[in-house]
Nanobody, 124 residues
Framework: QVQVVESGGGLVQPGDSLRLSCAAN????????LGWFRQTPGEAREFVGG????????FYADDVKGRFTITGDDTHKVSNLQMTSLKPEDTAVYYC?????????????????WGQGTQVNVSS
């Protein structure tokens, strides 16, 4: 049973930074794509960014490009989402997901395993 667990959410002020982590207990991490999504109440889940564990592909949504950075540690099977210059509109529940592809799909329907989500609030 594959499990994906996020951690690191919280309340920060605009302009602050925050790092989220995602641990995935998959057997062979290199065969999975890893995606980060976020969701606000009443809205669809939105792709934030994703990576392939072999480092060949890293994608970001336009509104986080240059502010968010995704990294991966394949030894420990952990991905981090480093968020900087946070804005109130970044407030959402953030999810990590794993796809049984060696690339990170941008559509949530292509992901097989999801974490429980972690809340990020950006407010003054």
């Amino acid at each position: 049973q594959v499990q994906v667990v996020e951690s690191g959410g919280g309340l920060v002020q605009p302009g602050d930074s925050l790092r989220l982590s995602c641990a995935a207990n998959v057997r062979t991490i290199s065969t999975y794509g890893l995606g980060w999504f976020r969701q606000t109440p009443g809205e669809a889940r939105e792709f934030v960014g994703g990576m392939s564990w072999n480092g060949a592909d890293i994608f970001y949504a336009d509104d986080v490009k240059g502010r968010f950075t995704i990294t991966g540690d394949d030894t420990h099977k952990v991905s981090n989402l480093q968020m900087t210059s946070l804005k109130p509109e970044d407030t959402a529940v953030y999810y990590c997901a794993a796809a049984e592809h060696n690339y990170p799909p941008t559509d949530e329907v292509d992901y097989d395993y999801w974490g429980q989500g972690t809340q990020v609030n950006v407010s003054s």
